[in-house]
Every structure is written in structure tokens, then in C-alpha cells.
């Protein structure tokens, strides 16, 4: 039995490359919606209520199998839009998780 698989995204924005931030989200969203992931939440952070804001945007996506999100991460297509994402974010995370 194959086991959903949750990606969390957390990032802060380049203020200073708004742009290519843009663009790799307009390219990747559709690249991880077509290997079969289903956005939860999309959300910009806000404010901390405990702790320091460490990122300004979240996106929480579930996937079929880790093996599906892997295949994405792997492929030449997003390979493609690395040097985006370099630009576009100061610092991003990118982490699976699985139910408890």
C-alpha cells in the first residue's frame, strides 16, 4: 500500500528578485500539480504569535507517494527552473512529511 506523502514549503522572498520569484512559482505550481499533488494551503505569513517569522510564504501540498514528488525534484523540467528559484528566495525549505 502506497503511503500519501505531505510537502511543506516555507520561504522568504528576494525583495530584490520579485520577478524570477514570481516565475518560478508560475512554472512550478503547474509541475507539481501535474505529477499529482493537491495544494492544502498557499498561504503568506503574516505574524508569529510564538517565536520569530522566519519565512513569509508557506504551501502545504499532499502527493500520492514520496516517489511522485521525488520524480518532480528529479526531473529536467524543474532542474530547469533551479537558477529562478536561487534568485527568487532568500532562503526556501522544501521537507515531506507523513502522518504520525
Not at 510537502?7 to 525583495?15: D, E, H, K, S
Not at 512559482?25 to 504569535?49: D, F, S
Amino acid at each position: 500500500m502506497t503511503v500519501k506523502t505531505t510537502m511543506i514549503v516555507t520561504a522568504v522572498f528576494n525583495p530584490d528578485q520579485m520577478p524570477s520569484a514570481q516565475e518560478y512559482m508560475q512554472r512550478a505550481i503547474p509541475m507539481l500539480i501535474n505529477g499529482g499533488g493537491e495544494i492544502i494551503r498557499r498561504v503568506k505569513v503574516t505574524r508569529a504569535v510564538i517565536g520569530n517569522k522566519k519565512y513569509s510564504v508557506l504551501l502545504v501540498m499532499d502527493f500520492p507517494s514520496e516517489s511522485a514528488v521525488d520524480a518532480i525534484f528529479s526531473s529536467d523540467a524543474y532542474a530547469a527552473i533551479v537558477p529562478l528559484r536561487d534568485l527568487g528566495f532568500k532562503s526556501i525549505d522544501i521537507v515531506f512529511a507523513s502522518p504520525l
